[in-house]
């Protein structure tokens, strides 16, 4: 692991690889690691010919004054490293990352994010108030939205549990900015440890390898989901009848 970037509020590492091809991990906050935030999915990652960065928000704000600077630090080792091919992953905060900096990073084509918020910033869902201990600590908030930040050339597979409110309704969220590209995944059962749910029914490592092998291309989740019950979410009534009309997946179970 070499440190690529630190200061007082990011944390960016990496480990080089020998192709042309980098996943970018997000963490979470760490909460159930006492406040310890760890390299997310480093086990799930570990062996891969492709080069991982990790990155940190040590603020715990949702990037909210770090944003522009880890694109700009990533996007130039990317130019050094000739890096064509980007993934983006994450959980919960990090998951949220996953998706915003999608945007951002140069050749991303994928953002693999579970139990992601949609956003945090308190003007745009004054509704979750759980993290609160940090976000409380922000003098102004820039308005990102991950909801608002889907691009065209991305594909988007998110995961999220049905037990939470709060991620039920984030999930909404992210359902009705009704992209081309973006599939939601709900797992009945699951709280917000969905990533943790996933690992204990032996499922995450096989299904973040693939969507990694497949660049998220047209990689369908349903083939490695099929042992458990879930669901995925179209827009909501009204809006985007379009998208709301178009018949299920084939292969997809729905048992909530």
Do not use: E, M
């Given at each position: 692991m070499q440190m690529l970037y630190e200061d007082d509020g990011i944390e960016i590492s990496f480990e080089p690889g020998n192709n042309a091809t980098a996943i970018v991990s997000f963490s979470g906050i760490g909460m159930k690691m006492g406040g310890v935030q760890i390299e997310e999915f480093k086990k799930s990652l570990a062996g891969t010919d492709n080069s991982v960065y990790y990155v940190k928000d040590k603020d715990r704000h949702w990037y909210n004054s770090s944003f522009d600077r880890i694109g700009d630090v990533i996007n130039e080792d990317f130019a050094k490293r000739n890096i064509g091919r980007v993934l983006t992953l994450g959980n919960s905060m990090g998951g949220f990352g996953a998706i915003a900096f999608a945007k951002v990073l140069k050749g991303c084509q994928a953002a693999i994010a579970f139990s992601a918020q949609s956003a945090i910033d308190p003007s745009v869902v004054p509704w979750d108030r759980r993290y609160r201990k940090f976000t409380d600590s922000v003098s102004q908030w820039v308005g990102l939205d991950a909801a608002k930040m889907l691009v065209p050339?991305?594909?988007?597979?998110?995961?999220?549990?049905?037990?939470?409110?709060f991620d039920t309704r984030h999930a909404q969220r992210m359902a009705n900015a009704d992209h081309a590209n973006l599939s939601v995944y709900v797992m009945a059962g699951a709280g917000h440890g969905v990533a943790g749910f996933?690992?204990?029914?032996?499922?995450?490592?096989?299904?973040?390898?693939?969507?990694?092998?497949?660049?998220?291309?047209?990689?369908?989740?349903?083939?490695?989901?099929?042992?458990?019950?879930?669901?995925t979410l179209q827009p909501a009534p009204g809006v985007s009848a379009r998208r709301a009309q178009r018949p299920a997946r084939p292969g997809i179970r729905s048992a909530i």
């Open positions: 050339h991305v594909n988007y597979k998110l995961f999220y549990g049905d037990v939470s409110n996933l690992k204990r029914k032996g499922v995450l490592h096989p299904l973040v390898q693939a969507l990694i092998a497949d660049g998220g291309q047209d990689f369908d989740a349903s083939t490695i989901l099929q042992s458990l019950n879930y669901k």
